[in-house]
């Protein structure tokens, strides 16, 4: 940020209002610009025994594979964005099930959310940010080319939560962002 929205002057970043966080305040009219982390809907979409991953066609992570996953948009609840994400990367529609897992990726200033899913149907195109996707088993998860941690640490949960049929909700923070 470089302009204040508010009056068209320069911003600075600094502490304001006493706090230890740093913010964008305007040197003119004052106003202070709260960052807040961008959010992540993702979803662990089954059909049968089987798992959706995409293999991904953009960074990071080019060539690696990672769940359906996206920053919300504006206006759009967390199962939307998900349904939409999962829509959008492999031409899939899904039911939206439970949130699963919360990881905080502080790193990066971000959080991500990630629900447990119901292909409506095991047919899946690739979409335009793709360069795969497909159903695995658990014994066929590309375990060594996964894109992100928090893909690794949702699957890894969901396959020990899978073996008890007991499926518990995962808070972690991931640092740092691999």
Known sequence: MKYCPECGEKVMWQKANGTQQGRFVCNSCRAIFFQSPRLIASCIAEWEDKILLCRRGTEPGYGSWTLPAGFLEISETAADGARREVLEETGASVEIGTLYALFNLPAINQAQLVFRAHLLDPNVNVGHEMLDARLFGESEIPWD?????????????YFRDRK??????????IMPFL
């Open 145 to 157: 080319t996964l894109a992100f941690m928090s893909t690794l640490e949702a699957l890894r949960h």
């Open 164 to 173: 008890t049929g007991e499926y518990r909700f995962l808070f972690a923070d």
